[in-house]
């Protein structure tokens, strides 16, 4: 599975931003996906994931109420929508993707990774 990220860029504190992370696999419905996201010298850290039936749906503390994780599984595609965006949230963000995977948290639980989009937040 080839996973895609985009949508990131330079955005003002308050702001939004909509990721998407395009799949080639035509079964993607049956994959859990996460977000996780890794900012200069620091450790990739989770930020949110659904589960592969969509049953479960779980997110980082430091973005609850402010990200949004979806799919679209006709596209084959998940977003991370991101509103009130602050400085901190400024980072690399990237997709996985597992098969039959739960609403998993830790980086080790996915083994489909996208090659990350830079997302900048200025204050």
């Known amino acids: 599975v080839q996973l895609q990220a985009s949508g990131g860029g330079l955005v003002q504190a308050g702001g939004s931003l909509r990721l998407s992370c395009a799949a080639s696999?035509?079964?993607?419905?049956?994959?859990?996906v996460g977000w996780f996201r890794q900012a200069p010298g620091k450790e990739r850290e989770f930020v949110a994931s659904k589960s592969w039936n969509g049953g479960s749906t779980v997110y980082a503390d430091s973005v609850k109420g402010r990200f949004t994780i979806s799919r679209d599984n006709a596209k084959n595609t998940v977003y991370l929508q991101m509103d009130s965006l602050k400085p901190e949230d400024t980072a690399v963000y990237y997709c996985?993707?597992?098969?039959?995977?739960?609403?998993?948290?830790?980086?080790?639980?996915?083994?489909?990774w996208g090659q990350g989009t830079l997302v900048t937040v200025s204050s």
């Open positions: 996985a993707a597992r098969l039959y995977a739960a609403a998993d948290t830790t980086t080790r639980a996915f083994n489909y």
């Open positions: 696999e035509r079964s993607f419905s049956n994959y859990g």
